[in-house]
């Protein structure tokens, strides 16, 4: 596999009994001078720190949220086997398309994972994005094509789909009960170097917007990696605040909330500001830094120089319209993106909102006022807002998804959801609550292509 070794074995790390100093993972080679701004506190933790740390790592294990040892290796043999098809296929074509001996014996291709797999904080139901990187003389369509066709043809493969028209294009798959998510990208040289590292920006010197958008997912995971000044302390604060964000309903990059390389960059940088705490001091850090941190300021982990090939380049001094973004995030890969531009005026106050009530609560954890079961609790939408739905309303709900050339068919579950026992409640009994929640409505909609089902939540 083309990972980083120090993924090999974060999940046994994450698992075992928390220590300090940890043992492993500490970027000696990286000063604090390669960051935005140097630490806040060098401070070592005290025996409560410690403590609180262990708690914390308790709790979030009895959640059952993350994968543990067993479905790990499981993955790992799954990305294997991908890999070896890959290469596989790369050599058989590349003999149809008469490449010389030579070059084909020294292109094994590579599959490089990226995303929440590489940075050790998958969850159970997470997919597992991987990039794979191929010679300069193939094309893409082989890969949408011939590659997918092979896939296809694997017993083990499920579900899979060619989308070649996304902002990153993918083939979506799940192959032997594992969600996969593969990207494409080439080289601008005949082979794939063994020894290729994505951390050079020349990688994406010559390369078509598609392949830069496809080896920016690699390059910034690995960039967030090496930036940080102690991976295993990284990683478990991030599963913390992964499973508090799933929790509370704002972790979603497409609904306009923030996806898994935002919230990875925002622990990054409080693990940089405090690079000797351990967990619980950095979890406490982050709502408090974030719940007083003035949007939209910037949140980088580094300077990204603009090596100006010509690729789209976050710098609102030169692109007008990157000055409205409300929450900017930035990668710390050339080209610098905003990891958060889908963030509205309503979602950034939520999240703001849901990090004030983590501040609160992180406070009087600290002060043992508190257990950290309480920051995970999960909201009741209805009770906060206190819906109240006529099935008149429910009908132009239909009525309007109707009108709609991509919806076939749109079907309202009649199961009841009683709704927050209040006086209102009890004063308008003519006036029932569907159950909208968690799908549960199954306002289902069919559509042509694909005949694919969409349960709107």
């Not at 794979?132 to 092979?150: K, Q």
């Not at 940089?272 to 974030?290: D, H, R």
């Not at 043992?368 to 109240?388: G, M």
């Not at 009683?418 to 968690?438: C, H, I, V, W, Y």
Request: with cysteine.
């Amino acid at each position: 596999m083309g990972s980083d070794p120090n993924t090999q074995s974060h999940e046994a790390s994450c698992d075992g009994e928390y220590t300090w100093p940890p043992e492993e993972d500490v970027a000696q080679d990286t000063p604090w001078r390669c960051y935005v701004t140097g630490p806040i506190s060098e401070d070592l933790p005290e025996e409560a720190d410690l403590v609180r740390t262990k708690t914390l790592i308790e709790t979030i294990k009895s959640y059952n949220f993350f994968e543990d040892e067993l479905g790990l290796q499981h993955r790992e043999k799954v990305l294997k086997k991908l890999e070896s098809l890959y290469k596989k296929w790369l050599t058989e074509l590349s003999e149809k398309m008469c490449i010389p001996e030579y070059v084909t014996e020294k292109n094994g291709g590579r599959i490089i994972p990226f995303g929440s797999y590489h940075l050790g904080v998958q969850s159970k139901d997470s997919d597992t994005d991987l990039l794979c990187v191929g010679p300069g003389y193939l094309e893409r369509d082989d890969f949408f094509t011939s590659f997918y066709e092979t896939l296809k043809a694997q017993e083990e493969v499920k579900d899979i789909r060619a989308i070649k028209q996304a902002f990153v294009p993918v083939i979506k798959l799940s192959y032997d009960g594992i969600e996969i998510d593969l990207i494409f990208a080439r080289v601008n040289q005949k082979y794939v170097p063994k020894d290729l590292n994505l951390l050079d920006d020349s990688v994406v010197r010559y390369t078509d917007i598609h392949c830069t958008r496809s080896f920016n997912g690699s390059r910034v995971t690995e960039e967030i990696l090496q930036l940080v000044p102690n991976k295993l302390t990284f990683r478990l604060t991030l599963r913390v605040i992964k499973l508090w964000a799933k929790r509370r309903n704002i972790y979603s990059n497409k609904l306009g909330f923030l996806g898994g390389v935002s919230w990875a960059i925002l622990v990054a940088r409080i693990c940089q500001l405090y690079p000797n705490a351990t967990v619980s001091t950095l979890v406490i850090k982050f709502f408090k830094v974030y719940s007083m941190w003035e949007w939209p300021i910037p949140i980088r982990l580094r300077v990204v120089e603009d090596c100006h090939y010509n690729l789209p380049f976050w710098d609102p001094r030169f692109t007008p319209s990157d000055r409205y973004h409300l929450m900017p995030i930035i990668t710390p890969a050339y080209p610098q993106q905003n990891s958060s531009v889908n963030v509205s005026p309503s979602t950034l106050a939520i999240m703001q909102e849901e990090i004030n009530r983590g501040h609160v609560i992180t406070q009087e954890i600290e002060k043992n006022n508190k257990n950290w079961s309480e920051l995970f609790e999960t909201p009741n939408f209805f009770e906060k807002y206190q819906v109240d739905l006529l099935e008149s309303k429910i009908r132009l709900l239909v009525g309007s998804l109707e009108k709609n050339v991509s919806i076939s068919l749109a079907h309202v579950n009649l199961q009841r959801f009683p709704g927050p026992k209040t006086a209102k409640n009890n004063s308008q009994p003519g006036r029932e609550l569907r159950d909208l929640q968690r799908g549960d409505d199954h306002v289902n909609r069919i559509c042509k292509e694909g005949k694919s089902q969409l349960v709107r939540a």
